[in-house]
């Protein structure tokens, strides 16, 4: 039989699966004009956040997949907002492509500590240096 994985006790004490669901995942709503690719693929992370409470670790495999779809969703963006032209990542990284939206403000936050926080915490989750975890600190 599966159970809950004992980490969330720590935080939570004794948790039913279905108020973990409601109340303690993040709720995530798009805006009807989002791509559907990228709601999509949203439905992926959703999916692992109630898996973590069965297993802890999930968690950083959701933070990671919503942090990627971050990354193709600007790229989406920016196809849309420019008649069709591709971003190329490879000559131009996330920092340009955030630079790119940071410069035509449209972003809803404008602290560039939080672009770069993002940046940074994706780029290390996608090149980890050895096994370690980010946990509920990866929430938010």
Known sequence: MIKRDTRWEIFYGDI??????DKKIPKTVFAKQVN??????FDVVHKLLVHSYYEYLFLDVAVT????IMEMALCIRYRE?????EWDLKKN????LTNWFSKNSLFEVKDKRVLNSIRQIRNH???PKGHNFAGTAGLP
């Open 16 to 21: 039913s699966i279905e108020e973990f669901v």
């Open 125 to 127: 989750m996608t090149h």
């Open 81 to 85: 907002l420019n008649n069709g032209e």
């Open 65 to 68: 997949k919503a942090l990627h």
């Open 93 to 96: 990284p996330l920092f340009e």
């Open 36 to 41: 559907k690719d990228i709601k999509d693929a």
